[in-house]
């Protein structure tokens, strides 16, 4: 599971204990908040089991927190590193935001995913993306919505970084809940066609 916002525990259900594992890229509550909902759920369908939960190293109460949930076993995230789960292959890059921030590469099967989390502009990203089969970015802006200093992205510099990194497909996330979707898929396109906004409930292929 990458990232644990709202709906997150109701839409895993009683899936929730099968879970592999758990990455957060980042802090903010948005990203993190329905992990307490998760770690009970998993307490409850699996007493005694404690999933994985990848976590920048950070100081403060929220990690805190997190760290002493008994549904999960924390593992800290500091720097550029790479974790080795037998059939998958995390490999974290810090990237740029108001908190401490984490794109990942996820590989397995010979595929690899992508996801810069929460970041503006950032010349890591093209490290983090390339050749990857499939980029999930953060677009969180258009041309029309950017503020003076961003601490997210926008659509069309999602689709140059994704046609600089040479990505198979642009998966676009963090979108506004006011935007026009329509608008954040055309200008991404404008650097890169095969883009599209992820909606809530869909599978897409890597």
């Known amino acids: 599971l990458l990232d644990c916002g709202a709906g997150a525990a109701s839409f895993l259900g009683e899936e929730a204990a099968g879970l592999d594992c758990v990455v957060l890229s980042h802090l903010h509550p948005d990203h993190i908040c329905d992990l307490l909902l998760l770690d009970q759920a998993i307490r ?3 007493p005694g089991r404690r999933v994985d939960l990848y976590l920048p190293q950070v100081a403060g109460s929220v990690h805190g927190l997190l760290r002493s949930l008994e549904g999960f076993s924390p593992i800290p995230v500091e720097g550029e590193c790479s974790f080795d789960r037998k059939e998958l292959v995390l490999r974290f890059w810090p990237l740029t935001h108001p908190v401490p921030s984490y794109g990942v590469s996820l590989e397995a099967g010979g595929r690899r995913l992508a996801y810069t989390g929460d970041t503006t502009l950032d010349s ?15 677009a969180a802006f258009t041309r029309e919505t950017l503020p003076p200093n961003p601490a997210h992205l926008w659509a069309e510099q999602c689709g140059r970084y994704a046609r600089e990194a040479g990505v198979g497909r642009l998966l676009l996330s963090h979108i ?25 409930g869909s599978c897409y292929t890597i």
Request: hydrophobic share 60%.
């Open 44 to 46: 409850m369908q699996a």
């Open 124 to 138: 890591r990203i093209v490290k983090l993306l390339a050749g990857a089969d499939a980029a999930l970015m953060d």
């Open 176 to 200: 506004h809940p006011l935007a026009d979707e329509a608008v954040v898929e055309a200008e991404a396109a404008e650097a890169f066609p095969v883009a599209q906004v992820v909606r809530e």
